[in-house]
C-alpha cells in the first residue's frame, strides 16, 4: 500500500495495515486525514511512537555475575593459543 | 553467517550509544598485544553492555551469562582483526550479537525463522477494539515495566525489536543478520511494538484492578 493513501474513507483495518510502511517512511501520521476522526487509531500510533521512543532511552542494567570474568580466565589459561593475533 | 562481526556502517543511534571510552583506544592496542590487564579492562568497559544485549535477546540469564562469556573469547581471539573502521563498542557488540544468533541456529529454535511467524494471525492482524477505551501508554510506563514486557515478547518478535528499537540497527541490517527480507524484519518490528502495546495495555488494567 502507498506511503501517500491518506483517503478520507480509510477503515481501521486498512490504516493500521498501512502504519509499518508509514513509520518507516517517517511519514508526517498526524496528517493522516484518518486520524483525525479515529480516536482509536490516533491512540495506537501514540502508543507504537511512545514504544519506540522509550526503546530507544533503554540503557544497559545489569552486570554480569562474577563467575562470568572467572570462567573467561580460565579458558584463557586452559587454551593460551588463542592469544590475540594467533587466529 | 560467520560468527565473527564484519565491519558495520556506522549508524547515527550506534555512534550516540557508542561514545569513545577514555582508556579503551591504549587497552584496545595493550589487548592486541596479549596484555592480560589490558583485556580485563575491555572487559570492565563493555560487560555491562554486552550482556544487557544478551539477555535482552535471549531473555535467560544463564543463557545470557553463557553467551556473554563466549563473546568475550571470541573478542580475545579476534581482537587483532579490529581495524578501527567503525567504533569498537560498535564492532563489539556486532560480535555478540553474531555469537546469540549462532547459539539460537544451533538449538534449531525458530526464533531466526522468521519467514514463519511473519504468516498473519488472529493475533497479529489490524485491531479495531483497543485504543480509546484503554488508558494511553504515553508517560505512564517506565523501564522496569518496559523491560519486563520486552522479556515477554515472543522470541522471534523480540530479537527485531531489541535489534532495531533498543540496539538502533537498521532494517537492512537485521535483515542481513537474521538471513531475512528487509520488509519482513519491518512487519516483524511492527508486531513486536504491537504486541508490546497489549502486554503494556494489559500490566495497566492488572494493576488498576489490584
Request: with cysteine; aromatic share 6%; proline share 5%.
Amino acid at each position: 500500500m502507498s506511503v501517500r493513501v491518506m483517503e478520507k474513507t480509510m477503515t481501521c483495518a486498512e490504516f493500521q495495515e498501512s502504519l509499518p510502511e508509514l513509520f518507516e517512511a517517517h511519514a508526517d501520521l498526524n496528517a493522516q486525514e484518518h486520524l483525525k476522526t479515529c480516536d482509536n487509531c490516533a491512540a495506537l500510533v501514540r502508543d507504537l511512537e511512545y514504544i519506540a521512543s522509550q526503546a530507544k532511552l533503554l540503557l544497559p542494567m545489569h552486570d554480569p555475575s562474577p563467575a562470568v570474568w572467572d570462567n573467561i580466565q580460565q579458558a584463557i589459561r586452559r587454551n593460551p593459543s588463542a592469544q590475540p593475533g594467533r587466529k | 553467517m560467520s560468527s565473527g562481526p564484519t565491519q558495520p556502517r556506522p549508524a547515527t543511534q550506534h555512534l550516540r550509544r557508542n561514545p569513545p571510552i577514555a582508556g579503551e583506544e591504549e587497552a584496545i592496542e595493550k589487548a592486541r598485544n596479549g596484555d592480560a590487564r589490558a583485556f580485563e579492562t575491555l572487559y570492565a568497559m563493555h560487560k555491562r553492555r554486552v550482556y544487557s544485549l544478551c539477555l535482552r535477546m535471549l531473555g535467560n540469564v544463564a543463557e545470557a551469562e553463557d553467551l556473554t562469556q563466549e563473546a568475550f573469547l571470541q573478542l580475545y581471539r579476534k581482537i587483532g582483526t579490529f581495524r578501527g573502521d567503525s567504533a569498537f563498542s560498535t564492532w563489539l557488540h556486532r560480535l555478540a550479537v553474531n555469537v546469540v544468533l549462532m547459539h539460537l541456529r544451533r538449538k534449531g529454535l525458530p526464533q531466526v525463522s522468521l519467514e514463519e511467524t511473519l504468516e498473519p494471525s488472529q493475533d497479529d492482524g489490524p485491531r479495531k477494539d483497543i485504543g480509546a477505551r484503554d488508558l494511553t501508554l504515553s508517560g505512564s510506563i517506565d523501564r522496569v515495566t518496559l523491560e519486563r514486557a520486552i522479556e515477554n515478547l515472543p522470541p522471534g518478535y523480540r530479537l527485531v525489536f531489541v535489534l532495531h528499537d533498543v540496539e538502533g540497527y537498521e532494517h537492512n541490517e537485521i535483515a542481513e543478520m537474521l538471513d531475512c527480507s528487509i520488509g519482513n524484519s519491518k512487519s516483524q518490528l511492527h508486531k513486536a511494538r504491537m504486541k508490546l502495546r497489549d502486554l503494556l495495555h494489559t500490566g495497566q488494567r492488572k494493576e488498576q484492578i489490584a
